[in-house]
C-alpha cells in the first residue's frame, strides 16, 4: 500500500464546486444562492454585462438551468488567488426539448467575497454555442422572427420580414 498525502480543500475550491454542483440540480433558486444581490456578471457574447442578481436570474441562470437540466460543469483546471478563483470548465448538458446534447468548453473568473460571488466574467466558445444550438438559446434575440414577432430592427438581422435574427 502506498501512503498517499491527504489533499486539504480550500474553502473557496469546496464553494466552487457545491456552485457547479447547484449548476445540474435544475433550479435557478439554488444556483442563485451563490450569487450577492448586487453582483455583476460579465458573459461574453450578446448576454454582455449582467448587473444585480435579478438581473443575472432572467438573462442567464434561469434560461440555462431551464434548457439544459441536469447540466455538468466539469472543472479542467482551477486556480484560486486571495479572494479571485480562475475555473476552466467543459459545459455539457441535453437540451430540454430537442434532446440535442451539446459540450461547451468555458472559463469563469470570479471574485466572491463574504461566501458570496461579487463579481464575474464567463468566456466560452460563442460561435460553437451557436452552432450547436446550445447557449445561444439562453439570448431571446436570436429567437425572434422579425417580420411576424416583432417588426423591431435588431443587431443581427434588418428586421425584414420573415428574416430571422440568427
Known amino acids: 500500500m502506498i501512503d498517499m498525502p491527504c489533499v486539504e480543500v480550500s474553502p473557496l475550491r469546496s464553494f466552487i464546486d457545491q ?5 445540474r440540480g435544475g433550479m435557478p433558486e439554488e444556483v442563485l444562492a451563490y450569487f450577492s444581490d448586487d453582483v455583476v456578471i460579465n458573459v461574453m457574447g450578446p448576454i454582455g454585462t449582467l448587473a444585480g ?29 486571495g479572494d479571485q478563483v480562475a475555473v476552466q470548465w467543459l459545459f455539457t ?27 464575474g466574467n464567463v468566456y466560452f466558445n460563442t460561435p460553437q454555442a451557436k452552432r450547436d444550438h446550445g447557449l445561444s438559446a439562453i439570448d ?18 434588418d428586421g425584414s420580414p420573415g428574416r430571422r435574427c440568427n
Open 53 to 81: 442578481k435579478r438581473m443575472v436570474a432572467e438573462k442567464w441562470v434561469a434560461p440555462t438551468v431551464t434548457n439544459y437540466p441536469g447540466n455538468i460543469h466539469q472543472i479542467k483546471s482551477y486556480l484560486e488567488a
Open 19 to 23: 456552485y457547479f454542483e447547484a449548476w
Open 140 to 157: 431571446p434575440i436570436t429567437l425572434i422572427d422579425c417580420g411576424t414577432a416583432s417588426r423591431k430592427r435588431h443587431p443581427i438581422c
Open 93 to 119: 448538458g441535453a437540451h430540454v426539448s430537442t434532446g440535442k446534447e451539446i459540450s461547451i468548453p468555458g472559463c469563469s473568473v470570479y471574485r466572491v467575497s463574504r461566501g458570496l460571488i461579487q463579481r
